[in-house]
């Protein structure tokens, strides 16, 4: 018999090799997309707690060398309400300071100021105690010259889709985290109240009235969106922290320190809503909305490990008591008395700086 003939009559794979070989690629396939998709996600998570630590490293320079936290606007300014309109964010407010310093060429109004756009918080450019407060930036000079605190910032700046307010804030680059959605900014108001009576007193919708620690309308550009980032994640609907009206049990959950509560002694039946942060965690508090591009997701697993499914019962307390119907102390596998981080259990990542 010949060479060919002996090749030709060599027998192939049967109908049932074939299929076990092609399940077994599938099976393969099935276990390292996965793996390779969780490893992305972590390198993204690293990434971006790397980004915020920059953030927070540069805020302490600058403040060391300036006698105050980064922020041109004052935390009263960047809380007014008519900061809903203007969408002028956290964020924004401290890269003028961090990379920008070169970059305000004039006040928003004023005779012989510099070619730029007009941004801030205030509507019309003029502040709550009437003088003109907005200001005129030139964005080719956004981190150029002698005054740059956050270094190589063009790596991570670019305007973000989504973002509720004028065209000028529209166009202001912004801090994206690795995930491509932007990176928020609370500043702590100095003249708030040192240790809050009513979470009102911690965290509150705008600074019209009485200050207080903390103003959603400080970053409700971003918090507005129905459209924002990379992904185009519609806060309206997703986030714990879009209703403005809600903003001081929300934001208290979020930027309240858990380790100061008042009261302190906490007894058994106390109302979750009487629970107020006696601390913030940070003057200045970096947030990272994390993989799924939303802060602080109603659809998250931490937001169900604390059986919290509506922004209305996302509050304080929940660091100390479980939710409610049951609602009782937390206590660990000993049956002592414990508290949690609330923040911990979702895809959000914090970083802070200052006391």
């Known amino acids: 018999m010949s060479k060919v003939n002996r090749i030709r009559s060599a027998p192939g794979f049967s109908l049932i090799e074939l299929l076990v070989v092609i399940g077994i690629i599938a099976l393969v396939v099935a276990i390292i997309v996965p793996a390779l998709g969780g490893a992305r996600i972590a390198a993204k998570k690293t990434a971006t707690s790397q980004l915020l630590t920059q953030i927070t490293d540069a805020s302490l320079q600058f403040s060391q060398d300036s006698g105050k936290m ?5 935390p009263s300014e960047m809380g007014q309400s008519t900061n809903e309109r203007q969408g002028f964010t956290g964020m924004e407010n401290l890269l003028l300071d961090l990379i920008g310093g070169d970059a305000v060429v004039g006040r928003s109004g004023n005779a012989g100021s510099g070619d730029g756009v007009d941004v801030g918080p205030l509507s019309g450019g003029l502040s709550y105690n009437g003088k003109a407060s907005n200001v005129k930036v030139d964005l080719n000079l956004l981190g150029k010259g002698d005054r740059v605190y956050l270094q190589n910032a063009q790596d991570y700046l670019q305007p ?21 959605s932007p990176v928020l900014a609370w500043m702590e108001d100095p003249r708030g109240p040192r240790e809050p009576t009513s979470l009102e007193e911690f965290a509150t919708e705008d600074s019209d009235d009485d200050p207080a620690k903390f103003y ?5 550009g971003w918090l507005q969106s129905d459209a924002l980032g990379k992904i185009g994640r519609n806060q309206q609907t997703d986030s714990l922290l879009y209703d403005p009206g809600l903003a001081p049990e929300t934001l208290s959950a979020v930027l309240g320190s858990p380790n100061f509560p008042i009261p302190n002694d906490l007894p058994d039946g106390t109302p979750l809503e009487d629970v107020r942060p006696g601390a913030s965690r940070g003057a200045l508090v970096i947030h990272s909305a994390g993989a799924d591009g939303v802060y602080f997701a109603t659809k998250d697993a931490g937001a169900r490990a604390i059986g919290v499914d509506d922004p209305r019962n996302f509050l304080y307390g929940l660091n100390f008591f479980t939710s409610p119907p049951t609602q009782k102390r937390r206590t660990d596998s000993n049956g002592k008395i ?3 981080d609330v923040t911990s259990g979702f895809d959000d990542m914090i970083s802070t700086a200052g006391n």
């Open 338 to 340: 414990t508290s949690i």
């Open 70 to 74: 980064p922020g041109y606007f004052s």
């Open 216 to 220: 959603w309308m400080s970053n409700a």
């Open 160 to 180: 973000t889709d989504g973002q509720e307010g004028t065209q000028a804030h529209r166009d202001f680059p912004d801090i994206v985290d690795a995930f491509g």
